[in-house]
């Protein structure tokens, strides 16, 4: 339960928070869009100083129907960032959130040391052998398409089941390259309808017969959102709701938009047995 983050290692047997910053105009949730690096570094430095041990950059939003750009546009959104936040934050840990090696490449030599690809390599055949040659964790999700046809790629006989086999052939293919750390994250909401999403929440616990640390992305999505009829922005006690079942469900790290709230989570949670 520990991956090497470029020579820093970081003990997942307690949980950790992951924190999104998104470098994107259209990000679901307006409050996480940080097109401006003062505002960025704002909340970076919030992140860090309320307990995030990770900070997630995107510079391509992958909601649903989310309109495709460059790569170019992409690396003008993220390496600066990363850039930025480095120069300001030596000590942080930061995880580039692509499925383009290329943009990993160029992150990971601005100095990320995670590369978070909602492919797991499938929408990029280099990708896998950039994570090894950097030698970097990879976390690896579930989905089906791409960010523009997931939504009507739900369909499973037994969605559970169909996971983890996905995931036993993507982890064999990352072996096979000589990728060590691996992170899994089933993917809440993508290629998966709000039904779904609860049952896999209900099961999470079965994905750790993949001996691999889990992550969980629930903050402020729509299976929260629509079941509780509110908005994103109103979204935050069911996250919490969500997040603290992730917990106690087998989550390694909680990718979220509200750090406090996700680490007080993790902290009276480990007050408990079970």
Do not use: W
Not at 127 to 144: E, G, K, L, S
Not at 174 to 192: E, H, L, Q, T, Y
Not at 229 to 245: D, F
């Amino acid at each position: 339960m520990t991956i090497n983050c470029k020579g820093n290692l970081i003990d997942l047997t307690t949980p950790k928070v992951m924190g999104i910053l998104n470098t994107t105009p259209d990000s679901f949730y307006s409050e996480s869009r940080k097109t401006s690096l003062s505002a960025l570094l704002k909340t970076a430095e919030k992140m860090l100083e309320q307990g995030a041990t990770f900070l997630d950059i995107g510079g391509y939003s992958t909601r649903p129907g989310a309109e495709d750009i460059s790569e170019t546009e992409e690396l003008d959104r993220v390496v600066p960032a990363i850039e930025a936040i480095l120069k300001n934050f030596p000590e942080s840990i930061i995880s580039i959130d692509t499925f383009r090696s290329k943009i990993a490449t160029e992150a990971l030599e601005a100095g990320s040391a995670i590369v978070n690809d909602i492919s797991a390599g499938n929408l990029d055949e280099k990708m896998m052998q950039v994570v090894a040659d950097f030698q970097v964790p990879c976390i690896m999700m579930h989905m089906r398409g791409t960010p523009q046809t997931m939504k009507d790629l739900n369909e499973y006989t037994e969605l559970t089941q169909e996971i983890l086999f996905y995931f036993s052939e993507r982890i064999k293919a990352a072996r096979a390259m000589g990728i060590n750390d691996i992170i899994v994250d089933p993917g809440f909401g993508f290629s998966k309808n709000i039904t779904q999403n609860f049952e896999l929440l209900s099961n999470l616990r079965k994905l750790k017969s993949l001996g691999l640390p889990i992550l969980a992305g629930l903050s402020r999505k729509s299976t929260i959102y629509k079941t509780l009829n509110c908005t994103p922005q109103e979204a935050l006690n069911g996250t919490t709701v969500l997040n603290t079942m992730a917990i106690a469900n087998g989550a390694s790290i909680l990718r979220v938009h509200d750090v406090k709230e996700a680490v007080e989570s993790i902290k009276l949670m480990s007050q408990l047995t079970f």
